[in-house]
């Protein structure tokens, strides 16, 4: 069966400094990765998409970036971390085969102070 | 643009008291629909896909409809353990991402 991890858990930085999220997949081979992040009382919101390695597509202009060095690891990242970056970041994957539904991750939480 | 709406946002029910939550949407040719489960601190469970209206699906307690504009995910007899935010979302069919509504946070007291 498929697993996906990511790590840390929780996070608290300071603003201005530099982020790297990690996620992994488990029991599956080229899989879609996405990013999304969740604010309080609001929907997911896609940040970044890969349906390959090296593959990168950006859903919204914003401090991050996402990377993508393996078949089964996806990145976030950040040079330099904003107050407005807080918030519940997920992974999910997706086959790469026609199945469309999203499985996610357990998320992180980040917190800048 | 996709757009998901859940009402209602939150849900108090007593256990065995049957409800249901809604999910309005508007997408440009539907992938699919999908609803999913996530408890406080953690990552959203996927519980079902829809592709068409008139589609239904059941999981123990929940069953899942379609129709063109909304779609319902009826909780029949709910106990305390059914208690969460239950996700909505919908799919184009030239998009990867998913659109989610805001959620239905519903609170199960036995």
């Known amino acids: 069966s498929q697993t996906i991890h990511q790590w840390p858990a929780t996070l608290v930085q300071p603003v201005g400094s530099p982020l790297s999220l990690e996620c992994t997949v488990e029991?599956?081979?080229?899989?879609?990765l996405y990013w999304y992040r969740q604010a309080a009382g609001r929907g997911l919101q896609l940040l970044f998409y890969s349906v390959g390695i090296g593959q990168i597509s950006s859903e919204v202009p914003q401090n991050l970036s996402a990377s993508r060095p393996q078949d089964r690891q996806f990145i976030l990242s950040s040079k330099k971390l904003l107050l407005s970056d807080s918030g519940f970041y997920l992974c999910?994957?997706?086959?790469?085969?026609?199945?469309?539904?999203?499985?996610f991750g357990p998320g992180t939480r980040l917190t800048v102070l | 643009e996709d757009q998901v709406t859940q009402s209602p946002e939150a849900l108090r029910l007593q256990e065995g008291e049957s409800s249901s939550l809604n999910c309005s949407y508007t997408?440009?040719?539907?992938?699919?629909l999908f609803w999913y489960r996530q408890d406080p601190g953690k990552g959203p469970e996927f519980l079902f896909t829809l592709y068409s209206a008139g589609e239904e699906k059941e999981k123990e307690r929940l069953k899942a409809t379609l129709t063109k504009k909304e779609s319902f995910l009826h909780i029949t007899a709910p106990k305390p353990e059914d208690s969460a935010t239950y996700l909505c979302a919908v799919q184009g069919i030239n998009d990867y991402k998913l659109s989610f509504g805001a959620g239905t946070t519903v609170t199960v007291r036995a």
């Open positions: 029991g599956t081979s080229n899989p879609n």
């Open positions: 997408v440009s040719g539907l992938r699919g």
């Open positions: 999910a994957w997706s086959s790469g085969t026609g199945a469309v539904e999203q499985f």
